[in-house]
T-cell receptor
């Protein structure tokens, strides 16, 4: 185990549903990340929270809404998704001030949008 | 941002042989480079980090080289085993103040045949 947990592990939702993905890190890190991984494509960084402040939003559609209530928890709220949003969603954490940013990933949530 | 190319999408080798994976990058020279392993349906797991002033780094059967002139890193697995079968990703930090954010390559799927 990497010290980063994600729930649920699998999620099937319709385009009109609202759901949330949860991530928790037990490593005492100060930065957390959401990535999207689709088949045949590299990891796409979606959101970054550094010391609980959002520092990156890589042109992610507004149907994805992140929330970081504290440095250990990260949520990704989903609503009115499209079938092309089906992918593996990965959460990661790191300690930003060490200068060598090793990221620790959770197991991911496999999302299927029907 | 960096553009990363990993030599091939898939590599098949015989058990006991040495696997060599390539990671090439363009644009600026990073302060370090990382390699991760990813198993199907799981999050990436950190393997090794090599700094710009290091030519080579070893960890058990793994060896990483870093040539900043060629803008290339090589990742070797010696005495390969079927359990080494996985996708291997290289990752580089973004430049400047956001160097805690990583750009990942698409990965190379390594299959070690018994």
């Amino acid at each position: 185990e990497t010290g980063v947990t994600q729930t649920p592990r699998h999620l099937v939702m319709g385009m009109t549903n609202k759901k949330s993905l949860k991530c928790e890190q037990h490593l005492g890190h100060n930065a957390m990340y959401w990535y999207k991984q689709s088949a045949k494509k590299p990891l796409e960084l979606m959101f970054v929270y550094n010391f609980k402040e959002q520092t990156e939003n890589n042109s992610v559609p507004s149907r994805f809404s992140p929330e970081c209530p504290n440095s250990s928890h990260l949520f990704l709220h989903l609503h009115t998704l499209q079938p092309e949003d089906s992918a593996l969603y990965l959460c990661a954490s790191s300690q930003v001030d060490r200068g060598e940013e090793t990221q620790y990933f959770g197991p991911g949530t496999r999302l299927l949008v029907l | 941002s960096q553009k990363i190319e990993q030599n091939s999408e898939a590599l098949n080798i015989q058990e006991g042989k040495t696997a060599t994976l390539t990671c090439n990058y363009t644009n600026y020279s990073p302060a370090y480079l990382q390699w991760y392993r990813q198993d199907p349906g799981r999050g990436p797991v950190f393997l090794l980090l090599i700094r710009e002033n290091e030519k080579e780094k070893r960890k058990e059967r793994l060896k990483v080289t870093f040539d900043t002139t060629l803008k290339q890193s090589l990742f070797h697995i010696t005495a390969s085993q079927p359990a080494d079968s996985a996708t291997y990703l290289c990752a580089l930090p973004n430049s400047g103040g956001s160097n805690y954010k990583l750009t990942f390559g698409k990965g190379t799927l390594l299959t070690v045949n018994p």
